[in-house]
């Protein structure tokens, strides 16, 4: 069965204080894993897609990377305005209808203080 | 967002009354979704559809049904509205497969 777990639940941050969030996942046939930001009352916004182990991509003060089994979202010196709920999600390989359904994890609520 | 539109964004039902959700997109997607939200549980799908008139099941799809006549629109139907289906309801779309979705800014369904 498809999994993603996230972690920590919740992270508090001081302003400029790095920190990393982790994703793991199980999955057979990794078609591709994606960050999404979620604010308050709002839907998610899409961060980034990762599709192969070892890539890495960057927007702002947000770094993600993929191994096999997890990825990061690296956080440097974070601001105020980080502060949301960060969603991963993987996508399997899969052909026919679905073409492989987004699978959620239930997400890491990022707090950042001034 | 751009490009997606859910209606109506509140509403209040009471329990055993039929609702319908509308999503509508102006990107021609060939793939649309409705997920719902609730704390602990993240997002799950419940139903999806990738083309007109082709629509399959999700992880929670029962007691809620969905049409999809035109490519734009995706409506999701409670048949009898219940207690537990009181949740944030989350409109997709996507291009195809390697693509992310797209989602909409939310449909917050209260059902007393």
């Known amino acids: 069965e498809d999994q993603v777990t996230q972690s920590p639940e919740a992270l508090r941050l001081q302003e400029g204080e790095s920190s990393s969030l982790n994703c793991s996942y199980t999955v057979s046939g990794l078609r591709g894993l994606f960050w999404y930001r979620q604010d308050p009352g709002k839907g998610p916004e899409f961060l980034f897609t990762?599709?192969?182990a070892g890539e890495e991509k960057e927007k702002e003060r947000l770094k993600a990377t993929l191994t096999k089994k997890e990825s990061f979202l690296h956080i440097t010196a974070p601001k105020p305005e980080d502060s949301a709920t960060y969603l991963c999600a993987v996508q399997a390989m899969r052909y026919g209808g679905s073409q492989g359904n987004l699978i959620f994890g239930k997400g890491t609520k990022l707090s950042v203080k001034p | 967002d751009a490009g997606i539109t859910q209606s109506p964004r509140h509403k209040v039902t009471e329990t055993g009354t039929p609702v319908t959700l509308r999503c509508h997109q102006t990107?021609?997607?060939?793939?649309m979704y409705w997920y719902r939200q609730d704390p602990g549980h993240g997002l799950r799908l419940i139903h999806y559809?990738?083309?007109?008139?082709?629509?399959d099941k999700g992880e929670v799809s029962d007691g809620y049904s969905v049409s999809r006549s035109k490519t734009e629109d995706f409506l999701l139907t409670l048949e009898s509205a219940t207690s537990s289906q009181t949740s944030v309801y989350f409109c997709?779309?996507?291009?195809?497969?390697?693509?992310?979705?797209?989602f909409g800014s939310g449909t917050r369904l209260t059902v007393v």
């Open positions: 990107e021609n997607h060939r793939y």
């Open positions: 559809s990738y083309g007109v008139k082709d629509t």
């Open positions: 997709a779309i996507s291009a195809g497969a390697g693509y992310g979705y797209t």
């Open positions: 990762l599709y192969s």
